[in-house]
Structure formats: structure tokens, C-alpha cells
């Protein structure tokens, strides 16, 4: 375990904010969030040190390491084909704004998982795989992108990886929030960023409809393996911080459907109550509020941010 200071200010000087389950640890012992009176970012503090962190992602049973080898049940099945519908919509959200032919574009994903959303973009928009990277610490994962094409995926951090070329975008789909190093990731992922190129943030937002409405059992906590809590004001400090100008903020809506729906099934989990159908109404109902709240990005259930690097006299920053 480590202690840390506020990655946005380096200060040390913290206030709980709430104990939270580990979801798949239940029943077991809660993590302490704290909110930095700084900077206001909340985070996980003390916290899982990286050598340790790989115990808290169980293979068989995270979402985002799934793919049609590793698939054990209908759930699964059902959870994989629905997140491919959408990938479509993803590649097009990553592609908006290229002003030059799909073979000369360059693309990095951090925390590409099994690949699935770089395979996307060469299957939809003719982005050439050689010219699609990842990078995923997890190494069953990265095994999983290699073997379905994308052969350029690193198993190291993206502050500790070595390029010999610039990206036109840089992703980070809800992968900035697990990071231990986040400052020195996104101080490398500026200095690879082409001139005209965009880095886009999906992340839960702290600052939701349903992350008030849930309090601890907010399934996008998901202590220990997210280590930092962003609302639109926070993350924008940050990117400032770290060379970037936000261009704007919006929204995907299929993370709301995710998140309420698995959140009061953790709610219900906790407090020993079966989902059945009071569980189902009520999801429904939430689901509804937060995707009413959603209209405005900024109290949507998960924001998507793009950013550019911060120009002075016309220079980069």
C-alpha cells in the first residue's frame, strides 16, 4: 500500500470522503476515499502500490478484459456483443475532426484492453493496423489484442513507452482514472501528440445524477482499481496543468445504462436485498433521471473530453 499527495497540486492535506466496497470482494473490507483540500479532487488514498494492483483485477470477471475467447457465460456474451454495437459510434466520436486520408492517420490507445476499439477504427474507417497502437499493462489482454491483429501493443505505461512517431489522437477510454502515474503519463502523452492532434478522455463523472443518488455503492468508484474521481472541474485542472487546452465536454450515454443498472444491483448487494422485480423498476427509473440529467454533459454519467495541446504566441506550451 502507498500514500499519496494530490497528483493536480502535491499537497498532502486531505478529508475523508467516503468508504467504499470492493464489488467483487463482498462482503469485505471498504476503501477510503478522500477529497483534497487543494485541488478538491477526490481519491483513493492509502492505495493498492502498482506491483500490487494486478490482484485487484480478476481475470474472469472484469468487463473490459473480455473478448470471444475468454467469454464463460450468457452474461458475458450478452455484455460483449451489446459493447460491440457500439464501437461503431466510438470510432466515429474518434475519428470526428481528421481532415486527411485514413492511411496517413496514427493512433494510441491507452488501456486498449483486448484491442477491440483499434480494431474498430480499421474496420470503419480504413486506419491501416500497422498504424493503430496500444498500450496495456495487462498482459492476457495485450496477448488478446496481438492475436486479433493489432500487432503494435506495449505492456509497459505510457509514461515509460518509446515511440519514434506522433499520434493524431491519443485515447484514454475510461483508462485515465486507473493510472498510478498520472501526471507523467499525461506529460508523454503531450509530448507525442501531433501538432493538430487531440487526446480523448472517457471517464465516470464525480459529479453525476447517479453518483449522488448511489453515494458509496456508485459502481464507477470501483475501489481499488480506480484511483483518481474526476468531475469536469477537476479533470480540466489537470489537463491545464499538464499542457492542455479543453476544446469541449460531452457525453456517452450507454455508460449511464452501465453504470445505474450495476449500481443498484451493488446497492441491493450490500445491503443484502435480492434485485428481483423492485430492483428492475427502480434501475429503470434511475436510469431515466440520469440520462434526463445527461442532457447537460457535465452531470452526465460519464463525460468524454477532447483536448489539445495549449498553444502561447502560437507555440506549443
Not at 172 to 191: I, N, V, Y
Request: charge should be neutral; hydrophobic fraction near 40%; charged fraction near 20%.
Amino acid at each position: 500500500m502507498e500514500r499519496v499527495p494530490c497528483p493536480i497540486t502535491g499537497n498532502e492535506d486531505f478529508t475523508p470522503f467516503l468508504q467504499v466496497p470492493d464489488r467483487f470482494t463482498l462482503p469485505g473490507p471498504s476503501w477510503q476515499l478522500v477529497r483534497s483540500n487543494s485541488s478538491g479532487l477526490v481519491m483513493l488514498n492509502p492505495r493498492p502500490s502498482p506491483d500490487e494492483m494486478a490482484a485487484h483485477y480478476p481475470a474472469e470477471s472484469y468487463d473490459p478484459f473480455l473478448h470471444r475467447a475468454n467469454c464463460r457465460s450468457l452474461r458475458d456474451r450478452a455484455y460483449l456483443a451489446t459493447s460491440s454495437l457500439l464501437l461503431r459510434g466510438k470510432a466515429n466520436f474518434v475519428m470526428q475532426g481528421i481532415n486527411k486520408p485514413p492511411d496517413s492517420v496514427h493512433i494510441l490507445e491507452t488501456g486498449c484492453s483486448s484491442g477491440r476499439l483499434l480494431l474498430a477504427l480499421h474496420r470503419h474507417h480504413g486506419v491501416p493496423l500497422q498504424h493503430l497502437y496500444g498500450v496495456e499493462p495487462d498482459r492476457a489482454a495485450a496477448l488478446a489484442a496481438r492475436c486479433a491483429g493489432v500487432g503494435n501493443v506495449t505492456e509497459t505505461e505510457l509514461a515509460d513507452a518509446v515511440f519514434d512517431l506522433h499520434f493524431d489522437r491519443i485515447i484514454f477510454w475510461h483508462s485515465l482514472e486507473h493510472l498510478h502515474r498520472t501526471g507523467e503519463t499525461l506529460d508523454r502523452a503531450h509530448e507525442l501528440l501531433n501538432p493538430e492532434g487531440i487526446v480523448i478522455i472517457a471517464l465516470p463523472n464525480l459529479r453525476s445524477d447517479d453518483a449522488r443518488r448511489y453515494g458509496p455503492h456508485w459502481i464507477a468508484l470501483d475501489a481499488p482499481r480506480h484511483l483518481c474521481h474526476f468531475t469536469p472541474e477537476t479533470l480540466g485542472r489537470i489537463l491545464e496543468k499538464h499542457g492542455f487546452s479543453v476544446l469541449d465536454f460531452s457525453t456517452w450515454m450507454p455508460d449511464t445504462l452501465y453504470n445505474v443498472w450495476y449500481s443498484e444491483k451493488l446497492d441491493r448487494a450490500v445491503k443484502e436485498r435480492t434485485f428481483g422485480f423492485g430492483g428492475f423498476t427502480q434501475a429503470t427509473a434511475n436510469t431515466i433521471r440520469s440520462f434526463v440529467a445527461g442532457i447537460d454533459p457535465r452531470r452526465a454519467s460519464s463525460m468524454v473530453v477532447r483536448a489539445v495541446v495549449k498553444r502561447e504566441n502560437g507555440r506549443r506550451a
